[in-house]
């Protein structure tokens, strides 16, 4: 008998023949997936382990009812995997267990019923696996010993790597997430070429070729002025960033003021560094998906025309063809789900850039579509640019994960900012500590020397009415105001544009996250035509502004937030020194004062006593970044690991749970696409086919709006928000999209961009 590992369904969900050559054999696959999983883990020092992963992970496909499965896709509920996971426990191998476990449903808690995710604990599932509740569970009758011999029979011996007792603790989870990012990602990758051998050619990505593109990027900037002080400086920085190259791999700092080119200076640094430690891949990871566009359109102008289109991935947060869990669990062998599945993101690009969500909440996740992506990290050059603060309670397993990855899985990590977190005060809070090397050979310097502001702070006893601040930003021809949530940049921006409507139409814009990325770029475009050209332009805008966006106002007014936001606006003024005088920002307390709560609110509490206690300190230099981060980050002790949840949960193989509390951003966004420009085709297409192709799924977040729970439940009750299928997570707008403000429906939960 043959044994088949997957087949394929017609148009109207009956299984093709077999001899339609869709029919794939369970031997041939798990030969593959062992082989792909074992080359992915070789870096790391897992490829036995993720061998033998391969090799069970379908065991229970050897069972008579999923052989009919495939025949009639009515038959359903069989469990293919939890014997694999059982072998492999029965082994030794604790890690593979979880690997197996996890590959369709999700990595499960090690001795804990998981109650919001319906995960059946580990030690638990293998305990009725041995009794005889065992086919209630498959779905099947046979025993191991049966499974066993029929595999037996079809392949080579199982890889038979060395037993070890897994400990529980913090290192052991990561490692187990990287296990399970080869033995998903190989998994998917063999079923495409199967299914969809034209869409796997092109997965076939260019090489990082980091001389190459090195030499790309110094013929970029040797394009730029060498004149004035300021090209002189960045010059400097450049030449740091090459000479820093040189050094091991490790983890780094990168200290320079806005205006200072650091963004491509960090690049000539990986790139250099690639060349010299023969890395394989550079990750970007940007804190807001608003200039995630624009840094990865300026690498794209670079590198495209000599590497081509798929040399830079651009991947956002919350933007993948997500499944709902119980689908899956139902019957994995769906057809559409499958492609939905394979439409994944495995960051198999030589430049890619992301998110601090998309990157920390994939480095603690415990799903497929999360955890694919992260064995690719391994022997890359990771850049945090414009890192700025992290939640203070996740700060601990946040960056005890990037000590991690520096030391067991050879990546070299570069935190890169004007305001450099002191870390260090954190650092008895962090596995391993906190001991970067900094990059840059005078920061304070290069910050003093790029001096190009002066921020004035009004005082408290004056709080700013909307309808008065607009008065007075209609006074100045050219203007940024930036504040702190959605509903405020809406109500100044109506207040403003009525001011100014009349006499200068056109000249007033509005920018939040309540724009799809494209429409938002599409504005920006105009802006800076405006800026040039010298026309009235007054711009009301969240704080999705504030770091890597390239805009240049001569006064600028910031709503009081923390205090590396304020300094990151004020790098939005005079930012090329085009005056001699320095630019004016006028830091003001709206009467209004909200923000976006979490983190950022954290923040800016502390922001605000520290400017109590230090009325005259100077803004703009390191020492008083320093100074303010130390009293942010001075308070974690070395108990605050255990205090911080994700570290908490992963010391105990606890993932849904570790999962759960790394989240970044506070709460879990629900994407949905808009029908502005190419977004009315990819929705059209979504509703026609009942799915998209890996690249529309790569365009998808140029068009989607974020949205929070409340605001995300309200809308679907109203009928504005409509999913085409419900086993695919895609959801579409179907309220009104407005010119200038974009989502115009009643922002319910106002603490967002």
């Known amino acids: 008998m043959i044994y088949y590992a997957h ?23 798990l030969t593959n997936v062992a082989e792909l999983a074992a080359g992915f883990a070789r870096s790391f020092d897992l490829a036995d382990h993720a061998a033998l992963a391969g090799a069970l992970h379908d065991l229970g496909k050897y069972s008579r009812r999923f052989q009919q499965r495939l025949h009639d896709a009515s038959v359903t509920g069989v469990n293919h995997w ?18 197996i476990e ?11 019923n998981d109650e919001e995710t319906g995960l059946e604990a580990l030690k638990e599932r293998l305990k009725r696996l041995s009794g005889p509740t065992s086919a209630e569970v498959n779905g099947f009758s046979e025993s191991m010993v049966e499974l066993l011999g029929r595999h037996a029979t079809e392949n080579t011996s199982l890889a038979k790597p060395a037993a070890t007792a897994a400990a529980l603790d913090f290192a052991t989870a990561l490692r187990i997430r990287f296990l399970f990012s080869c033995l998903v990602d190989a998994d998917f990758l063999d079923t495409e070429k199967h299914f969809s051998p034209d869409q796997a050619h092109l997965r076939a990505p260019p090489l990082l070729a980091p001389q190459r593109a090195l030499d790309l990027l110094r013929l970029h900037l040797a394009g730029r002025s060498s004149e004035g002080a300021v090209n002189q400086l960045r010059r400097q920085l450049l030449d740091d960033c090459l000479a820093a190259a040189a050094k091991p791999p490790g983890l780094f700092s990168l200290t320079a003021p806005t205006g200072s080119g650091k963004t491509l200076s960090g690049l000539a640094f990986a790139l250099a560094h690639a060349v010299a430690s023969e890395r394989r891949r550079v990750v970007v990871v940007i804190p ?64 890619v850039v992301t998110t601090n969500v998309q990157f920390f909440e994939s480095l603690f996740g415990h799903k497929p579509s999360q955890c694919r992506k992260l064995h690719n990290i391994a022997q890359s050059i990771v850049l945090f640019d414009e890192v700025q603060t992290l939640p203070l309670r996740l700060v601990p397993s946040l960056l005890s994960a990037v000590n991690l990855l520096v030391k067991e899985y050879g990546v070299t990590a570069v935190f890169g900012t004007a305001t450099q977190p002191a870390f260090t005060a954190a650092a008895p809070a962090i596995e391993g500590g906190w001991k970067p090397t900094e990059i840059s050979s005078r920061p304070r310097a290069m910050a003093e020397a790029l001096r190009r502001t002066h921020i004035h702070r009004r005082s408290d006893d004056q709080p700013a009415r909307w309808p008065d601040l607009a008065d007075e930003l209609s006074l100045h021809r050219q203007v940024l105001c930036v504040v702190n949530v959605r509903q405020h940049a809406k109500n100044l921006f109506i207040a403003l544009r009525e001011r100014c409507g009349s006499e200068e139409p056109g000249s007033v814009f509005h920018l939040s996250a309540s724009m799809c990325a494209a429409h938002r770029q599409a504005k920006l475009a105009e802006i800076r035509h405006r800026m040039f050209a010298g026309e009235p332009c007054r711009l009301v805008s969240t704080q999705l502004i504030e770091a890597g966006v390239d805009v240049d106002f001569p006064r600028v007014f910031r709503a009081l937030g923390p205090l590396d936001s304020l300094v990151q606006t004020a790098g939005r003024c005079n930012r090329e020194g085009r005056s001699a005088e320095p630019g004016e920002v006028t830091v003001f307390r709206p009467e209004d004062h909200r923000m976006p709560r979490g983190p950022y609110e954290q923040a800016a509490r502390i922001t605000e006593s520290f400017l109590a206690d230090n009325p005259g300190a100077d803004l703009q230099l390191p020492e008083t970044y320093a100074a303010y981060f130390e009293r942010l980050y001075g308070t974690l002790g070395p108990d605050e690991k255990n205090k911080d949840p994700a570290y908490a ?27 502005w420009g190419d977004g009315e085709r ?72």
């Open 288 to 351: 807001y998906t608003s200039i995630i566009e624009q840094t990865a359109a300026v690498y794209r102008g670079i590198f495209e025309p000599v590497f081509g289109p798929d040399y830079v991935l651009e991947h956002h947060s919350a933007v993948a063809p997500r499944e709902r869990r119980e689908d899956v669990a139902r019957d994995a062998e769906d057809d559409r789900l499958r492609r939905a599945r394979l439409a994944q993101e495995n960051w198999d690009a030589p430049l």
């Open 682 to 753: 990819l929705v059209e297409r979504f509703r026609r086919e009942k799915h998209l192709s890996r690249d529309d799924w790569r365009l998808v977040h140029r068009f989607a709006v974020n949205f929070y729970p409340t605001e995300f439940l309200a809308a679907r009750g109203r009928g504005e928000i409509a999913q085409p299928i419900p086993e695919i997570e895609f959801y579409f707008w179907n309220g009104t999209y407005d010119e200038e403000l974009g989502v115009t429906a009643p922002l319910l939960n106002h603490f967002n961009l």
């Open 7 to 29: 087949t394929a369904e017609d148009e109207n969900g009956k299984p093709l023949p077999e001899s339609s050559g869709k029919w794939q054999p369970l031997r041939e696959h």
């Open 649 to 675: 949960a992963s010391a105990k193989l606890h993932f849904p749970a570790a999962a759960r509390a790394c989240s970044v951003v506070g709460q879990e966004t629900r994407t949905v696409v808009v029908r």
């Open 82 to 99: 939890s014997v694999g996971a059982k072998e492999a426990h029965a082994r030794h191998h604790l890690e593979t267990a979880f690997a």
């Open 102 to 112: 996890g590959h369709h449903t999700g990595m499960p808690a090690l001795l804990e």
